[in-house]
């Protein structure tokens, strides 16, 4: 008792509570702005850190990145330009909803439920973090394979053209994932003799390209769209509490799966939107609604991917060892400030812990009101003309990717191929969210497989018989057939009534 | 930028052909069960049975009955079809202007090639003619000052450094 | 804005692009006068980025402008190094160099090597340790020196980082210094110490050769457990881990390092001036402290003596990795 109310008087201090309120806002903004994630918010706070409190710190980390990744999809729902892996997932979905004139419900939706994944998310973290982590330690190189490849299946469950199409333009992603010296051999491969490519292929350069940068491109074959009509719904909030109670199951099972997910290392908040937003589809009573703007998937989206934020903290508090690219830099700055991750930490530095916990709930509290505040602001963004937004947008998409891949002006012509790829896939049928899916798992497929042979000498055996990894399997091999399966009924069906 | 399928089909699987043929050089690393040539083999060979796939149209069927339920939400426009086929070889002009700032910025400078950019862009958009010029320098600013200052990142001042 | 005339918004522009030039700071100006880039070749969060970071946070106070650092990484290196080598010495970009510069080029995957650079100043060296997981049978470093002598080749399985990494390296090193060929134990090839570590706790490795501070939180998390260091001496933060000498009797030692170095061609005033302040930054309090805390080795050579440590270095790794049979070069 006497830790936590420690932990209160850590947390409502002024300092602490000065720099959550200032990074969230700048979460916020780097967030929103198309090109620019959470990882880079993230790790431009850096420097910040050496001169504030450990506490404050770790909340200006926790808040600006929580907002960030809620941001993140505010252009993906306005313009259709995700911010990041994570929000492709849902993109077209929010995008067609605000086409509706439903852009302030679609972001309603993100908000809320993130803040509602963050929560449980937390929670999870307090209540079950050891067992937790328990199950993250258990899974080897041959769980994460099985994992990879599930994520991968995800591709060709989200997309709404053809199956085929989806699976070709995640070979496709796979392929660009070959691309560089970052694979188990350490062999440059596909780089041409290129000192630029050997690093591979930055994948915030392709989101940006194939998303933002195609969108741009779209505009120029476009005549000029008559203004969206705006549906006034009321309340943002009260339209999410109606939601929360008519999805309260989707709701659930996108914080459990969020949570699992970004427990894991290298798995992270990009699966599990993708993952989340796929069991959605799959599950649902009326799957044909979804891509046409439709807000089951979103609500289990944006509810997991939250949730895998704060979940991702788990491995990272307890062993140190990275959920994602977030808590990687959050591991440094713990380090930094004396409050080295592992066991200890909940023991001999718990009136800390608690304080996180804080951090934690609060950021995710207060980015319900400024997340409303800024999507009332960017609706205006809808309003103005498409003509002045679209060149400050490519601008953006130049300068963000370059930011983001480290001041490396090659990723500006990353960009520019993308946007060629992106757009000339769209045009064609070829869903470019399953392309980013396979570039941002390819590494993780290859990695695990080939390691895990080389544990194994070579044995597929403990790919099976390992138990984890045999349920991975079983359901891994469920969701490859089941396009299959599905044409086939759908071939039956056609054939039947002549 | 509507190809047929046929076409892209046919261009999938050569990439198919290719990456397989490019994986196949890659030298085996001692050690390693499964070398670096592995995998592109693979993405390869599924990239030409899926383009053959695609050649021969299957799977087709669902791209139609999705086309379908998209329709109701708002059919297909003629008249914007036409448009497009008209400003097909417009939709380059975002990919090249990136191009021209890959080639030109460190030695010009941010400012000016942004300028340039956003100008020419919403000139082909057909922007207000008496806006553009404005938004474009001040975006142009706005962008420098909001990544130098605010992001620390190092755009080239290149001819025009800002006195800040 | 739509009673502006075109006229006058040239006008305008035409005097906000005369301003700017007309302020433009002058090249004469003694260095620094504008913003310094540190290029870190590793990602955020890593040893390397803390180490870049807080180096560049007290060379900013002492230098008074700002130093930013900047994450190019991928290629496993290759990228961030050739990014250093590459720049202008202007001054205005430097960067921290690690022990891969004397190893890449052996295994031909650059052409860039120590004298690609200007050296300024080494700032840390971190020697690999042995890491099992905490359920293993092997108590000391004798017993698993034995055990894997007793075994048939490839059984053992070690990790740590990449093919041909520093970690992978040692493991060889220390393996030919017990008289066994170098691939007795296999490599697993890891994205880096962290998922290595993970691997080893949820029982997929035998061992790990990373250095301690790497392998730190999960030792702490009692899911692991320190052997033994490749070093001369103790690490005084892990002073229960004996090193390779006292136990085997085995003098091997290498070492992750790291150091701040210029695009070669740099001028002399701004390196004399940029190693005054790296030696007071290496001798601030503040540096010390957070690589105590760490647990991270210190090491500080002038740039005479940095250059003829990394040639040293590159002839110990050429003849390790033709050993290895990592070096492309005959």
Redesign the interface.
Known sequence: MNNFLAAFSMVFAPDVLIAMFASAIYGLIIGALPGLTA?MA??LL??VT?YLSPIAAIATIIASSAMAIFSGDIPGCLMRIPGTPASAAYTDEAYRMTLKGQAETALGICLWFSALGGIVGTIALVLIAPALAEIA??????EYFWLAILGLMCATLVARSSPVKALAAMLIGLLVSCI???N???T?RFTFGL??L???I?VIAALVGVFALAEVMRALTQKEPPEIPERKLGSILKGQIELTKKYPKQQIRGNIVGTLIGAL??AGADMAAWVSYSLSKRFSKEPEKFGTGHPEGLVEAGASNNAALAGGWI?AL?????GD?IT??????L??K?L?????LFTEKASSMYALYLVFIIANIIMIPLGIMLIRVSKYVLKAPRSLIMPIIMVFCAVGAFGA????LFAVLVVAAFGILGYVMEENGYPVAAMVLGIVMG?MVE?NF??SL??S?GSILPFLSRPIAAFLAFFTFLALFWPLIAWMKRYRAALSPA | MKLSDRITGVVLALLGIAAFYGGSRLPP????QVGPNVFPMVVGAGLLVVGLLIAFRIGRSFEDAAEAEIEKFGGPDHEAETYARKRRWYAFLPPALMVFYYLTSERIGF?PIATIMIAVLAFALGAN???I??VA?VGAIVIQVMFVKLL?V?LPPG?????W | ??H?S?RQ??AA?AA??A???G???AEAQAWPSR?V?V?CPW????GT??TA??V??ILERELKQ?F?????????G???H??IATAAPDGYTIGMITVEITMMHH?G??ELNPTSYTPLALMNEDPPGVTVNASSPYKTIKELADAIKAAPA?KF?A?GT????IWHLALVGWLQAMGLAP?HV??????GA??A???L?????DLCTCSIPEA???I????ARALALMSDARNPQFKDVPTLNETLGIKYSVGAWRGIAAPKGLPADIQTKLVAALKAAYDSKEFKD?MA??GFGVKFADPAGFASFMADGDQKMASAMKAA?LSKKS
Not at chain 1, 318 to 322: K, N, T, W
Not at chain 3, 186 to 191: G, H, I, L, Q, R
């Open positions: 990882t993230t790790a850096v420097p050496f330690l258990s899974f080897s190189t041959f560089g010296i970052e188990p051999a350490g440059p000192t630029d050997l690093g591979g930055d290392p290298g491995p307890l062993f140190g060892i990275p690219t990687a830099i959050a591991i440094g700055v380090y930094m004396g080295n991750p592992g066991p200890t891949a480290g001041n490396n590494t990695q080939v390691t080389i544990k000498d | 690393v001692p050690g390693q400012i003619r008496r806006l010029l404005p320098i620390r190092p001819l025009v450094p800002m006195p | 804005m739509d502006l075109r918004i040239l522009g906000a692009g301003v700017g030039l302020l433009s700071p913003p880039t290029v990602g955020a969060g890593g980025d803390q970071r807080i560049a946070s700002p930013s650092v900047v994450n190019r990484t991928g290629g496993s290759v990228v961030g050739s990014a295994q995957l650059t490839g399985k990790s990449g093919q041909g990494g691939n296999a490599w697993v090839p890891s994205n962290a998922p570590m993970q691997d706790a949820a029982g997929g490795l730190r939180a999960m702490d998390a009692g899911k957070f805390s760490r049979g």
